[in-house]
């Protein structure tokens, strides 16, 4: 009887001690922006990736990596993240801001042709559609066709 109690006490000292190790994807996400405000963009850029890795990704989180990285002057991988929040949150203008601008600032630009006329008309909706949208209009196009 003895042992089957200590056996329990630990169980349940350990089960204690794991849930004051874990944290939420909000209480770790309250932290990077908190770190983030106190100038400490390491620290938040670390805690933004591990949101990333727990796939708990949303536009604000790919833009506020973005950010930290700019503000580390880490061009290439703001533009990148800021491109990730562009394509689940196409109509974010601030976001969209802060993409021109990083673009602005990168030593090696690489330009891109004009698409055309033709070309930008047909994908008009695409570039201003969230993944969602764009799977409903193709849903809708489809029902129509058949």
Do not use: H
């Amino acid at each position: 009887m003895k042992r089957m109690t200590q056996g329990f006490l630990i169980f349940l000292f350990f089960m204690i001690t794991a849930q004051g190790f874990c944290q939420t994807a909000e209480e770790i996400y309250a932290k990077a922006n908190l770190n983030y405000e106190n100038w400490e963009y390491e620290k938040a850029i670390s805690l933004y990736e591990t949101l990333v890795k727990m796939d708990r990704t949303s536009p604000e989180v790919f833009y506020n990596l973005g950010s930290s990285f700019f503000k580390l002057r880490k061009i290439g991988k703001a533009i990148v993240n800021y491109e990730r929040a562009r394509r689940i949150a196409p109509r974010d203008r601030d976001m969209r801001l802060n993409l021109k601008l990083a673009k602005e600032m990168a030593v090696d630009k690489i330009t891109v042709s004009d698409r055309g006329f033709l070309l930008n008309a047909a994908l008009f909706l695409y570039d201003r559609m969230n993944i969602d949208e764009l799977t409903a209009a193709c849903f809708i196009f489809y029902i129509l066709a058949i």
